[in-house]
């Protein structure tokens, strides 16, 4: 304030008849009572001084007039200061009974929070980011194999995510899955068109449904993470990796998918999944890459690097390939003490086109013949055929032989070493009328052994849907089929050992080859037919998700594909042996191939933790973010310093603060 300023101030004072500074207080309301009082005083006594100052007065009069009106000026200003000081306590104590008031009523939380407005580029960025992420999880699992883009991938979408709501979360975490999904599923169409007789157009759509409903597997824990965030305040690092193991877990469908697939040919990375199957390997991948998002974000943010974040992605980078060295070494070692036995696995190399030419089942049913002769010669002690590879009509399963030598369609011709077959079977009364889908043990004397029957038809495809009469479903849909189910998990033994089966997908189902493998199985024998999706990367996929069953399980896990690929992986999940994608219908047929391997017998009794446990971590994940959303309902109904409050609350709070 300048000094001209200061001068009007003292002369409007003055000549109010009061000191300066001392504010003028009009009128009564809140600002009369005792302060006002004291002020008016102060005044007269002013206006009496200067009444009774004159040209007569005498010096020493003066100065007594000027002390008396000093001290009386001093009482004044006390007054004046204490009646203040009361006021500020009035209101201090008003201000405190109305937080008490306040926090005695119910909090009332309001948790639908709107979405506030974005910018179209912000949006477009977003989705951008999103869309990377899907990316990288096609291009990084097989075949493209890019497979270090698992480590970064998600991050993207992690950013795409932060400070969104849930439901926006939600659609962002859906653009990733659906393009992950239609892109690394592709292969439907080629299903579709080459057999279901649909339109690349039409054949697309069915795979974009697909996918729209599989990509919920990343929407949903998008989504999930943000919510649990905003009542919670943890870090994505400990919700998102829980929300997508969850989710791998619940979401059902007819090809299950773990991300975990992107690691499959790295057996350092992947022997975790001993300890909660494939979800596990999934968990610590997610884990991986939040932990990586919240340090970037953390230094992109503020400059600063997150410790926690960063001792976490330490731990994961550094732990797991370490956990992973130990137990190979272990396992080899239990695999260099195991009996071996040398395995022969035929491919047969024809499509379904090739398969379904009567003219042509006579060659496949000699080549697969002189393969396993050759196999046998290379020292091969039971040899594996795909599924249901035996090109003739269906056996009875009252059967007890091989046909007669006379027969062309006899099985046994030129070889005499065991041999695990697929092939379709029938129940020679027809008491029931529908066919299974069966692997069965012929022994070096021809005679049939154990057999397994296929557990898991493929809906639609190998059976009528669940709950639907057969006969009335293959009345409507004269094309469709329908085959019986097994009753279980089945053990085939041949040369003294036994070997859990499994027919056509179900070596991608982990819950089920668990029950197989305890059924104290030696090895795993997987007979497969791919020859449905020509040469595209299903083949490749479908042997990735294969891997994770030998690790789970701990159990060599030998494959006969009829296209391919056929494959040998040692129970630390080493890819040892495998063969090549053919495709007859298109590029003609070239007769069958195999190789042999030797295999392990592993311990039957032994377990791991996976084999006791099952589903144990996934409920563990599923339990953790349940107690979040808990805790958090938990802190909102005692009125927890993050629950937000009613505004009345809020300025209950303030006005006591300023007082």
């Known amino acids: 304030m300048s000094d001209e300023t200061d001068n009007e101030a003292e002369d409007a004072a003055e000549d109010a008849g009061r000191p300066p500074n001392l504010e003028v207080v009009e009128g009564g309301g809140e600002d009369s009572g005792p302060a006002a009082a004291a002020s008016s005083t102060l005044s007269s006594s002013v206006e009496e001084v200067v009444a009774t100052m004159d040209d007569d007065t005498t010096e020493a009069e003066r100065l007594e007039l000027l002390e008396a009106l000093e001290a009386r000026r001093k009482a004044g200003a006390a007054s004046i200061s204490g009646a203040l000081e009361a006021r500020q306590e009035d209101s ?54 890019v497979w270090w883009l698992a480590f970064i991938g998600w991050v993207p979408l ?20 659906f393009v992950s999904v239609f892109v690394g599923f592709f292969w439907m169409s080629e299903l579709l068109t080459r057999f279901a007789g649909f339109g690349l157009p039409v054949a697309s759509v069915v795979t974009a449904l697909f996918a729209l409903w599989l990509g919920l597997q990343w929407a949903i824990p998008s989504a999930l993470t943000n919510y649990l965030r905003e009542r919670t305040g943890w870090s994505t690092l400990l919700i998102f990796p829980m929300a997508w193991a969850a989710m791998e877990f619940l979401l059902p469908s007819i090809f299950p998918v773990y991300m975990a697939l992107s690691w499959a040919w790295h057996p350092l990375w992947i022997q975790v999944a001993e300890l909660g199957g494939a979800m596990a390997v ?100 039971v040899v594996v055929w795909g ?46 009328p529908f066919p299974w889908n069966s692997a069965w043990v012929l022994d070096s004397d021809g005679n049939w052994g154990s057999r397994y029957d296929k557990n898991y038809p493929l809906m639609f495809g190998e059976a009528a849907p669940p709950g639907v009469d057969p006969k009335w479903y293959l009345e409507k849909i004269p094309s469709a089929s329908h085959i019986n189910s097994g009753d279980g998990p ?14 056509c997908y179900e070596d991608i189902l982990p819950r089920f080859t668990r029950q197989v493998a305890n059924q104290r199985v030696h090895a795993l024998v997987n007979l497969t037919n791919d020859s449905w999706f020509g040469k595209t990367r299903e083949q490749s996929e479908h042997l990735g998700l294969a891997v994770f069953r030998a690790v789970e ?7 006969s594909v009829n296209a391919g690929i056929s494959a040998y ?10 063969t090549r994608v053919t495709d007859s219908d298109n590029d003609g047929y070239k007769g069958a191939e195999g190789f042999v391997v030797e295999v392990p017998m592993m311990d ?5 933790v996976w084999n006791l446990t099952g589903d144990l971590f996934a409920y563990l994940c599923i339990g953790g973010l349940l107690g979040a959303w808990l805790w958090s309902r938990r802190r909102e109904d005692e009125g927890g310093d993050e629950a937000p409050r009613e505004p009345e609350t809020k300025a209950a709070e303030a006005e006591a603060e300023r007082a």
């Open 282 to 381: 999934s968990f610590v991948m997610v884990a991986i890459n939040a932990a990586l998002w919240e340090v970037l974000s953390s230094y992109i943010e503020d400059g600063t690097l997150a410790r926690k974040p960063a001792i976490a992605l330490a731990c994961w980078l550094i732990g797991v390939p370490a956990y992973g060295a130990l137990r190979i070494h272990q396992v080899q070692e239990q695999m260099d003490a195991a009996p071996k036995l040398n395995m022969g696995v035929v491919q047969g190399n024809f499509g379904i086109l090739t398969y379904s030419t009567p003219t042509m089942k006579p060659v496949i049913l000699r080549e697969m013949q002189r393969a396993t002769r050759v196999l046998q010669d290379e020292g091969a002690e």
């Open 387 to 432: 599924e249901s590879s035996y090109p003739y009509g269906r056996f009875a399963r009252q059967a007890t032989g091989d046909l007669p030598m006379k027969d062309r369609r006899r099985i046994q011709r030129g070889f005499d070493v065991p041999l695990i077959v697929g092939l379709v079977t029938r129940d020679r009364t027809r008491e029931n």
């Open 604 to 608: 039957p009794e032994r377990r791991t």
């Open 92 to 145: 201090a104590a008003e201000a405190a009974r109305g937080l008490e008031r306040s926090k005695r009523r119910p909090v009332t939380i309001n948790t639908k929070v709107p979405d506030p407005p974005a910018s179209p580029g912000s949006i477009l960025l977003r989705v951008l980011a999103s869309a990377a992420t899907g990316s990288a999880m096609w291009i990084s699992a097989p075949d493209m194999d």
């Open 158 to 177: 992690l950013w795409a995510i932060h400070g969104q709501t849930p439901r926006r979360a939600f659609f962002y975490g859906w653009i990733a899955g």
């Open 490 to 503: 089945g053990v085939l033994e041949a040369a003294g050992y036994r070997f859990g089966g499994l027919i």
């Open 553 to 559: 399980n701990r159990r060599g896990l030998i494959r």
């Open 569 to 578: 992986v040692d129970p630390t999940g080493k890819v040892v042996e495998k």
